[in-house]
């Protein structure tokens, strides 16, 4: 896949991860206000699970191969994902555990870190300066 249809699915991801955080926050709202939603806030919270586990997947499947040719450049921002991401989404999924009403009781700090998390990621790794063929073509390695 080319850099810009990545970059694409992978934004596109966020936005589908950011809609469904925001309406599992807002059933955790009403669930604290002691609507009966378990069952509803229960179904959210697994597709959101299974969205953030497929982007996690994906991101470092296709970001890794663009960026693996280029020279140091290249090499710095996948070392930086891939620290960044074994402790940041180890939280998240720590958020994450647990029944709805323990994942209810996160929420807010969920949808806050989890909001700035791909927000720094677009700025970085996902940004259309770096994920670009022009950008990654004038990094790339010189076969030796």
């Known amino acids: 896949m080319n850099p810009s249809a990545a970059r694409a699915l992978l934004i596109a991801q966020h936005d589908q991860i950011r809609t469904h955080l925001n309406h599992c926050s807002v059933l955790a709202r009403r669930m604290r206000d002691g609507e009966p939603v378990h069952a509803e806030l229960d179904a959210?919270?697994?597709?959101?699970?299974?969205?953030?586990?497929?982007?996690?997947?994906?991101?470092?499947?296709?970001?890794?191969?663009?960026?693996?040719?280029?020279?140091?450049?290249?090499?710095?921002?996948?070392?930086?994902?891939?620290?960044?991401?074994?402790?940041?989404?180890?939280?998240?999924?720590?958020?994450?555990a647990g029944s709805s009403a323990e994942v209810v009781r996160r929420m807010d700090e969920l949808l806050e870190e989890l909001d700035a998390h791909m927000a720094a990621e677009e700025r970085t790794f996902l940004s259309p300066v770096v994920l670009h063929q022009d950008a990654i073509d004038r990094h790339r390695e010189e076969p030796t």
């Open 44 to 96: 959210a919270l697994s597709r959101l699970r299974t969205e953030f586990a497929d982007h996690n997947t994906t991101e470092t499947s296709l970001v890794r191969p663009l960026l693996h040719d280029s020279s140091s450049w290249g090499a710095l921002l996948v070392d930086r994902m891939l620290e960044e991401h074994v402790a940041e989404h180890a939280a998240f999924w720590q958020m994450l």
